[in-house]
């Protein structure tokens, strides 16, 4: 979910999916939908385009996991915790502050940013276990992540002037 770009991993992703039998969606818009469109990749692999909030919501929400593959330093990224919120684990690269979100075994798992084996390992791990607990990654990261959680934190810093 997200830009469909190069440096957001959507290459490597794509390559360790197409050696998998398992489902992919990916969502978004950016310089490689055209080409990915002109040129699909295996048919289990889908290309669903940008979509709108109330149609991603659902479809994410119904997702096994969701995989957030960049090749860039990501800060705080907005689709990690939207997946979270929505109780959807996240298969994330070791890039950025992707890690410091991610608690693995809890809410997700992490693979070496850019390396293909790694990632269609993570991939086969998430489908090939048991699920996770989704009400908890829901909970937690309503918790963690809510505009109350936000402002305490906020007013905490500024406590402490």
């Known amino acids: 979910v ?36 002109a040129k699909p990749p295996p048919p289990h692999i889908e290309v669903l385009g940008r979509k709108r909030w109330e149609e991603l919501k659902g479809i994410l929400a119904g997702a096994r996991f969701s995989v957030m593959p960049s090749e860039c330093c990501e800060n705080n990224p907005l689709s990690l915790i939207e997946s979270l919120g929505l109780g959807t684990p996240v298969l994330g690269a070791r890039m950025g502050g992707i890690p410091e979100m991610i608690e693995a ?57």
């Open 105 to 161: 075994g809890r809410n997700g798992r992490l693979f070496q940013s850019g390396q293909v084996e790694d990632l269609k390992a993570g991939i086969r791990a998430f489908f090939e276990s048991p699920p996770m607990d989704y009400a908890a990654i829901a909970g937690g990261a309503r918790r963690k992540y809510s505009s109350d959680a936000h402002y305490e934190a906020l007013m905490a810093l500024y406590a402490r002037r």
């Open 2 to 37: 997200g830009r469909l770009a190069a440096e957001k991993g959507v290459p490597t992703l794509i390559q360790a999916a197409g050696q998998l039998p398992y489902p992919l969606k990916l969502i978004g818009d950016g310089p490689l939908l055209d080409g990915l469109r």
